[in-house]
Nanobody, 114 residues
């Protein structure tokens, strides 16, 4: 079993920044990759960014150049640094861990509004 605990969401003005954190516990040795996904109101959940156990990353085109995914293996934590935030980034952000099964965090609300 893998447990994911997220933090860092909140309300920010357009152009601002937030950093989301996702701390993993449990059978962390089984995790192959982690990522961030988001679901905007009334829309399907979509990929934001992923990072593999080898450190390779990929991003949705809509966030390239603005968001950065990283991990701290010693802390079993993955981060999403979000800069130059736009209102369309408003969504519930979910942390995902890929092991033998898929695990999801509870989600954290990010609201970008003036």
């Amino acid at each position: 079993q893998v447990q994911l605990v997220e933090s860092g969401g909140g309300l920010v003005q357009p152009g601002g920044s937030l950093r989301l954190s996702c701390a993993a516990s449990g059978s962390i040795f089984s995790i192959n990759a982690m990522g961030w996904y988001r679901r905007a109101p009334g829309k399907e959940r979509t990929l934001v960014a992923t990072i593999s156990s080898a450190g390779s990353t990929n991003y949705a085109d809509s966030v390239k150049g603005r968001f950065t995914i990283s991990r701290d293996n010693a802390k079993n934590t993955v981060y999403l640094q979000m800069n130059s935030l736009k209102p369309e980034d408003t969504a519930v952000y979910y942390c995902k861990a890929m092991a033998m099964s898929t695990y999801w965090g509870q989600g954290t609300q990010v609201t970008v509004s003036s």
